[in-house]
């Protein structure tokens, strides 16, 4: 479902797509329906934590990492959108990459 190598090439506003469309298969509709939905300041979708924490999950097992994100140490508000939560899984891929190299 999630390809790991597709993901770590995309920056904030593809993993924005990249999340939406895995968001809109959990929930088995499109995203065209889920984008005329309830939408967060931030222009994205707006999402509960839990669901949040289910989009984490799924990118983080793709990665071998399930906590791939500290989600006790980020800001509630970056759980409430799709774009936070992109934001948080690219920042964490990112500082993996540096701790890799």
């Known amino acids: 479902m999630v390809d790991p190598a597709r993901i770590d090439s995309l920056d904030v506003d593809g993993l924005v797509e990249e999340l939406t469309t895995i968001l809109a298969r959990l929930k088995n509709r499109t995203t065209n329906e889920l984008l005329a939905g ?8 707006a ?39 992109a934001r948080l899984i690219r920042a964490a891929l990112d500082q993996h990459r540096r701790g890799a190299a």
């Open 38 to 45: 309830d939408i967060a300041p931030d222009g994205s979708v």
């Open 47 to 85: 999402i509960k934590s839990l669901i949040a924490v289910c989009l984490v999950g799924t990118v983080g097992k793709a990665f071998g990492q399930p906590r791939l994100v500290n989600l006790a140490q980020v800001p509630r508000d970056d759980l409430r959108s799709v774009r936070g939560v």
